[in-house]
């Protein structure tokens, strides 16, 4: 957007469209920094921009996270996030097509952003599951689409504190299935989250799934990737787990068909973890990350962001997930 540069191309969701294989990618931006300023957009809620500067020497400024500028007791983020199209004829080649939208955050509570978008598709029509984040907190939002140009506003679907939602791509009984992940800083944590809903916007009987398990490479956080993958074992669902130094790695969930609230399993070992130089070195470090994938047979093609900063693609074999599951 004008005045701004992209810090990061980050974290994309992934689905098939037309024939094509199609990425939403996160872009985050900011203007240019200074040595005598750190300066961030949010949105105003008519839609503009405003920047905001604050004196690089203030001590009442803590940079410590990349990610976020903690400044007299209040949180902003370090960038502003929005989403973008590219399609693809071979899922490695991707351009950014014409006459399609990009996505921008709406009102009062997508003042900081929009992120990492999950796509599932029900019925003929996906349903765009994305953080939205403002100073009262970073939620889960919903848009909905058939075509691509055309979208259907829910506002918040999940309120504060929660994110990584990903909706189930068949309805189960007749009800459709969402994971997400509600923060606790008290008692409870960083877990992942079932809901059950007749509609996709209500959404109640609330079970926990999995939570962060001590002294593993998941202890301090999990939280769901994209749509669970639906398998003759289970649906398989690719989630990201950090431990208390930020590291963030992938591993996988089996559920039960007809009651995902039945976890079958869980890898013991990450089946990814940053290694390579643009995974382990970039805007905040030591990070592959995902929610976005594409199925063909047994093989599964993961996006992912590497270090926060950067699009990747990787390949696994499914059955190969499901022997790692105990
Ligand atoms: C965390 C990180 C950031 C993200 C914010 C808001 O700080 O995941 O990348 O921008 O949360 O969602």
């Known amino acids: 957007m004008a005045g701004l540069q992209i810090a990061c191309l980050l974290n994309p969701g992934a689905f098939r469209f037309a024939g094509k294989i199609w990425l939403i990618v996160r872009v985050a931006e900011r203007p240019p920094q200074t040595a005598e300023a750190v300066s961030f957009p949010v949105l105003k809620e008519d839609g503009g921009i405003a920047i905001i500067r604050l004196p690089a020497d203030d001590a009442g400024l803590d940079l410590t996270d990349p990610r976020v500028i903690r400044y007299q007791g209040k949180d902003y983020l ?6 973008r199209l590219l399609c693809s004829e071979d899922g490695i080649h991707f351009h950014e097509p014409e006459n399609y939208p990009k996505l921008t955050g709406r009102g009062m509570l997508e003042t900081f952003g929009i992120e990492d978008c999950r796509v599932s598709r029900v019925d003929g029509r996906y349903y765009l599951t994305f953080t939205s984040v403002s100073p009262n907190g970073v939620a889960v939002g919903m848009r909905t689409t058939e075509d691509w140009r055309h979208f259907e506003h829910y506002g918040l679907i999940f309120p504060p504190h929660n994110k990584d939602c990903a909706i189930f ?14 923060s606790s800083v008290d008692l409870g944590g960083n877990y992942i989250w079932l809901a059950q809903s007749p509609d996709a916007i209500h959404w109640g009987n609330h079970r926990i799934i999995a939570r962060s398990r001590k002294g593993y490479w998941d202890s301090a956080r999990v939280g769901a990737g994209a749509a669970p993958i639906k398998t003759t074992a289970g649906w398989l669902e690719i989630y990201h787990g950090a431990d208390e130094r930020n590291r963030y790695c992938l591993g996988a969930l089996l559920l039960d068909l007809e009651n995902p609230s039945k976890v079958l399993g869980r890898t013991d070992e990450p089946i990814m973890e940053p290694t390579a130089p643009y995974e382990v070195r970039g805007f905040f470090g030591h990070v592959v990350f995902t929610n976005g994938h594409v199925v063909d047979g047994d093989t599964l093609t993961v996006y992912y962001g590497a270090a926060d900063e950067y699009v990747c693609g990787a390949q696994f074999s499914i059955r190969e997930i499901l022997s790692q599951i105990t």
């Not at 370090?78 to 989403?83: D, G, I």
Request: glycine share 10%; no cysteine.
């Open 169 to 182: 791509e068949e309805r189960i009984g007749g009800m459709f299935y969402a994971l997400h992940r509600p």
């Open 78 to 83: 370090t960038t502003l996030s929005h989403l």
